[in-house]
């Protein structure tokens, strides 16, 4: 054998030798890893006690990254000026806590990271990791239970602050729409739990708040909040359930503006029913107006006649909390026209009116130029209720299953404010057959009157109730096949609505049970016992 080809014999092995040991040490793959990362040491450690510096770092056994801090990390007592955590934007073997703000003496400081410390592969979370410290002499330890519940849906928000106030000498009810809690923690996306830990020894003001812009204190127009009946004195081993609603927010009246011809939008926050609107200007004798509410928005149309040649108008907004002079700018503006609107305009049911409303005041009506025709052509009677607030003409006539009905409108049936009439108008409606609706009994067992029964879907939208104000079996009838769940408001008020909380005049939202959902089923019935503790 010559060398050259000894030589490429020797070569081919060797490459052959080198193939199997790379093959041999290739990773194959294996179980994912599943472990969170592990905290090596803390400077200065975990719960120190007299703690003077500015600076914390925590060190991990591999890379770490931090995500979703702004919503996790919950800093209790809460700071004025918030601390630099970082690595924010990369991966890092330490944790590095500056604190910019000027700590309280004699005071136990918690940082809850919640599950924002993963590690940098796979994204296991260090499950609610607490960093603790205290500038006085001791820890404090005591603790403060519960859960957070919805008062009217079935599941509260996630991410809800519940935090206490500490009751001393210059303690006020409105101190929540302005300072800081003393303590705080946050449920998280998780949990509907709540600890509230390193507490000291007082007496404390227990609430919650889904704070919608992450400034600790209460705004009435964005947060719902919870509040426990009492103050609570700790240490205590009582777990407190807050219930979390929104407040009506209290009457405000915004300037008002002309939108068009002779229309002036009032608009409002909180309730309007109470509101008054008064022009203060000099008017002539044959001076007239209308108000009603606008649809879309939260105002009060308010409509005069004639044009006035004038700059500006006065007017005064009244309200049990409120009394307040405007100044509205007036210019040549073109009036709108009168538009009328029908609903519903295919399928009506059974028990449900017709509706006609107008865009400008409804000031008349002729039922003798209005006629309703079955599908035998034979009339049908009707009589008519106006809803001035919300310029709406509702129609009642006695309506059988799988029957169409046309409804013709004459001209000049309807005339509005500004003398404006409706041309011939047409409907057509039908109802369905009774076979295409099921029904629901509802037995009620130890329940105080009044009650109102509400089927909702699973997001709380209210699609049927009723009003029960006395005893015996409640049917809901002619009821769309669905699944629905049942809602029972307890109406301590017997006002035939569901009132929420007023947090100032330390007002509990009313009372709500909920029971298990049910199905309703086309041309079938099923009855419920609804048993109340």
């Not at 000027?102 to 590690?119: C, W």
């Not at 209720?385 to 309506?399: L, M, P, R, V």
Request: with cysteine; net charge negative.
């Amino acid at each position: 054998m010559s060398k050259s080809l000894s030589n490429f014999i020797l070569a081919i092995l060797i490459a052959i030798l080198f193939i199997n040991c790379a093959n041999r040490g290739r990773p194959e793959g294996g179980p994912k890893d599943e472990t969170p990362p592990v905290i090596l040491s803390s400077s200065p450690e975990n719960y120190s006690t007299n703690f003077e510096g500015n600076e914390i770092k925590v060190y991990f056994d591999e890379y770490i990254k931090i995500k979703d801090l702004q919503k996790q990390l919950i800093i209790s007592p809460p700071m004025k000026t918030q601390p630099e955590v970082s690595p924010l934007g990369g991966a890092s073997k330490y944790i590095t806590i500056k604190i910019n703000d000027t700590l309280q003496p004699n005071t136990t400081y918690a940082f809850n990271f919640g599950n924002s410390i993963t590690d940098n592969n796979e994204g296991n979370p260090y499950p609610y990791y607490r960093y603790v410290f205290s500038t006085g002499d001791y820890i404090d330890s005591l603790t403060v239970n519960g859960q957070i519940s919805d008062a009217l849906l079935t599941k509260p928000e996630t991410f809800v602050n519940v935090a206490l106030y500490e009751v001393d000498s210059t303690f006020t009810d409105s101190i929540i729409y302005k300072e800081v809690p003393k303590y705080i923690t946050n449920t998280l996306d998780s949990v509907t739990s709540f600890s509230i830990e390193n507490i000291k020894p007082g007496k404390y003001l227990l609430m919650a708040l889904k704070d919608g812009n992450g400034d600790n204190t209460f705004q009435q127009k964005t947060d719902q909040i919870a509040f426990h009946k009492n103050f609570i004195e700790v240490p205590t081993d009582s777990l407190y359930t807050l219930r979390l609603f929104s407040e009506e927010p209290d009457f405000k009246a915004t300037r008002p503006k002309l939108l068009s011809g002779e229309k002036i939008a009032f608009g409002y926050e909180g309730d309007f029913m109470d509101m008054s609107i008064k022009i203060i200007s000099e008017t002539p004798e044959d001076f007239d107006y209308r108000i009603f509410k606008d649809k879309e928005t939260d105002s009060l149309l308010y409509w005069y006649k004639p044009k006035l040649e004038v700059d500006s108008l006065v007017f005064k907004v009244t309200h049990p909390n409120l009394e307040k002079e405007f100044t509205v700018r007036i210019n040549e503006q073109e009036r709108d026209s009168l538009l009328l609107f029908a609903e519903p305009n295919t399928t009506i049911g059974i028990e449900e009116n017709f509706k006609i409303s107008g865009n400008t005041p409804l000031v008349t009506f002729d039922d003798s130029k209005v006629f309703i025709m079955d599908k035998d052509s034979l009339e049908v009677n009707f009589t008519t209720k106006f809803d001035s607030i919300k310029n709406t003409y509702a129609f009642n006539f006695e309506k059988t299953e799988a029957n169409s009905y046309n409804i013709k409108i004459l001209p000049e049936a309807l005339v509005d404010f500004f003398d404006n009439k409706n041309d011939t108008l047409f409907y057509s409606l039908s109802t369905r057959k009774a076979s295409d609706f099921g029904y629901v009994r509802f037995t009620l067992i130890n329940a105080e009157l009044p009650v109102i029964i509400q089927l909702t879907t699973s997001s709380g939208e209210v699609k049927i109730e009723k009003v029960v104000s006395q005893d015996g079996d409640i049917d809901f009838l002619n009821v769309s096949p669905g699944i629905y769940s049942i809602r029972v408001i307890h109406d301590a008020n017997s006002n035939g609505k569901y009132d929420t909380g007023i947090y100032l005049k330390k007002i509990q939202p009313e009372r709500v049970s909920h029971f298990q959902d049910i199905e309703i089923r086309a041309d079938w019935g099923i009855q419920e016992t609804l048993q109340f503790n």
